[in-house]
């Protein structure tokens, strides 16, 4: 991975806290174009495949200037609708300690900048598009919001006790790569399969990878991949049911418990695992960038 948003220290013009000023009226029309190509593809290829919240959150995006979002107006719009979460601007990657500070007060960090436009099908390191178009609608469902905070304030004990590896392994297997069923239908409502069509597909339609339903101290000794598409997937039965288990499970427990146990590897299976027999999802006809995508 080519990142260069990496950041020990925050650089010149960012606050303490990792904020920094959008400057939105720097962003470039190739920028901007770059954005409406995105979200028009994204948005086109998505009907059946992304969860109900996540379609209907769209129209929060939809409801700002066409391209790269100024986040002074998508906040306005976005803080009554979600009960109170604001966008702050954000260098890229930022430490575990203010990223999970910024998630306890209802601010979602998002990278201010946009990949380039060779990147289009697939950004080298999450940029704003995946930020802002991969997790921003899901801030309407009240469960899955009350889920961050809850992570957030989780991500802080976590660093205290030196297990923010482990958290973030729910992280990634909810929030970037989870799967829900909604009547029936596995859908997807993780930002990183929101943001990248290919993925999408793959973990919805697929008899590749695995589908196991959600166990946090499952999900937590499972490491990943960052450099190609996930081999297991977890579903979640609602956000309701997600919300409900990080609340009554005791991550420190957990924590004490796989310390010293081996993590399981993305492609195997583990006693106790519980399958996803349900449906996959269809391959549908649509645009020609989608077919080539399925391709991948
Ligand atoms: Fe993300």
Not at 270 to 280: C, H, K, Q, S, V
Request: aromatic share 14%; glycine share 8%.
């Amino acid at each position: 991975m080519a990142a260069k948003h990496i950041f020990d220290t925050p650089p010149a013009g960012v606050a303490a806290d990792w904020t920094m000023d959008q400057n939105w009226r720097a962003f470039t029309p190739a920028q901007h174009a770059t954005w409406r190509t995105l979200f028009d593809q994204q948005s086109a290829a998505l009907g059946g495949y992304a969860c109900r919240d996540f379609l209907r959150g769209l129209d929060i995006l939809r409801a700002v200037e066409p391209g790269v979002p100024d986040f002074a107006a998508l906040n306005r719009i976005l803080k009554p609708a979600t009960g109170g979460w604001e966008i702050v601007a954000v260098p890229g990657w930022i430490p575990n300690r203010p990223f999970f500070e910024h998630l306890t007060n209802k601010r979602f960090p998002a990278a201010n900048f946009v990949r380039p436009p060779d990147q289009i099908g697939y950004s080298e390191e999450p940029d704003m598009f995946h930020d802002i178009f991969g997790h921003v609608p899901m801030l309407t469902n009240p469960a899955f919001s009350e889920f961050l905070v809850a992570y957030g304030q989780a991500g802080l004990r976590a660093e205290a006790m030196g297990a923010a590896d482990f958290l973030g392994r729910l992280w990634l297997y909810t929030v970037e790569f989870g799967l829900v069923v909604e009547a029936g239908e596995l859908r997807a409502f993780g930002g990183g399969l929101l943001s990248s069509y290919a993925e999408a597909l793959r973990s919805l339609t697929s008899a590749e990878p695995r589908r196991i339903w959600l166990d946090i101290e499952r999900v937590m000794r499972t490491q990943y991949h960052f450099d190609e598409f996930q081999r297991v997937y977890f579903v979640v039965e609602s956000f309701e049911a997600l919300l409900r288990a990080t609340e009554e499970t005791d991550f420190a427990g957990i924590y004490a418990r796989i310390a010293d146990q081996a993590a399981i590897a993305p492609e195997d299976a583990f006693p106790g695992d519980r399958a996803y027999e349900g449906p996959l999802q269809p391959v549908r006809a649509g645009p020609a960038f989608m077919k080539e995508a399925a391709r991948r």
